[in-house]
T-cell receptor
Framework: KAGVTQTPRYLIKTRGQQVTLSCSPISGHRSVSWYQQTPGQGLQFLFEYFSETQRNKGNFPGRFSGRQFSNSRSEMNVSTLELGDSALYLC??????????????FGSGTRLTVV | AQSVTQLGSHVSVSEGALVLLRCNYSSSVPPYLFWYVQYPNQGLQLLLKYTSAATLVKGINGFEAEFKKSETSFHLTKPSAHMSDAAEYFCAVSGKAAGNKLTFGGGTRVLVKP
């Protein structure tokens, strides 16, 4: 079974630009969550999508947005980039129909550097 | 609200020695608890999870963790450290009340000395 695929692996953007990151979940998984990892704030939850609907959202400004397509692939977008948005962005795939306490499988992440 | 505290941001162990990583959680409802490992420039790999079955949970790579409700702890252990265990380890909690999102501790970086 293929794992969670995130593209691209690395990105360098300039302040003020926008960026789109992509995540393809494990086949059959309908839930995709996004996390931001920084040295200062650690791992923080951004949002979760299930069957194309956002069903949970973390405490991030509206510049951070996402969506999920009918094939469960997800994208997240960050507009008007700030230096503080430099981080490793991790996507996690899960199968909520598998019962409570279902695990999450993470991708390798996209390393975003804002200059 | 749920939260996780990992005691010690860095741990140094000798090869062959016991690895003990501490995790305490706070949750208003019975939690689901996880340990993840992260190698440099990689994502998170699930080591093990507790979902209210056995309180002693065995995971991959020889790791295990014990859920102790009275102490609100979920410490991770491995009897004998290997050089390949050098990585960063994250404890996480989730639960229905928080929409099943993962809340992570700050992480513990493990250094293994030969």
């Amino acid at each position: 079974k293929a794992g969670v695929t995130q593209t691209p692996r690395y990105l360098i953007k300039t302040r003020g630009q926008q960026v789109t990151l992509s995540c393809s979940p494990i086949s059959g998984h309908r839930s995709v969550s996004w996390y931001q990892q920084t040295p200062g704030q650690g791992l923080q939850f951004l949002f979760e999508y299930f069957s194309e609907t956002q069903r949970n959202k973390g405490n991030f400004p509206g510049r951070f947005s996402g969506r999920q397509f009918s094939n469960s692939r997800s994208e997240m977008n960050v507009s008007t980039l700030e230096l503080g948005d430099s981080a490793l962005y991790l996507c996690a795939s899960s199968d909520p129909t598998g019962g409570e306490g279902y695990g999450y499988t993470f991708g390798s992440g996209t390393r975003l550097t804002v200059v | 609200a749920q939260s996780v505290t990992q005691l010690g941001s860095h741990v140094s162990v000798s090869e062959g020695a016991l690895v003990l990583l501490r995790c305490n959680y706070s949750s208003s409802v019975p939690p689901y608890l996880f340990w993840y490992v992260q190698y440099p420039n990689q994502g998170l790999q699930l080591l093990l999870k507790y979902t209210s079955a056995a309180t002693l949970v065995k995971g991959i790579n020889g790791f295990e963790a014990e859920f102790k409700k009275s102490e609100t702890s979920f410490h991770l252990t491995k009897p004998s450290a290997h050089m390949s265990d050098a990585a960063e380890y994250f404890c996480a909690v989730s639960g229905k009340a928080a929409g099943n999102k993962l809340t992570f501790g700050g992480g513990t970086r493990v250094l293994v000395k030969p």
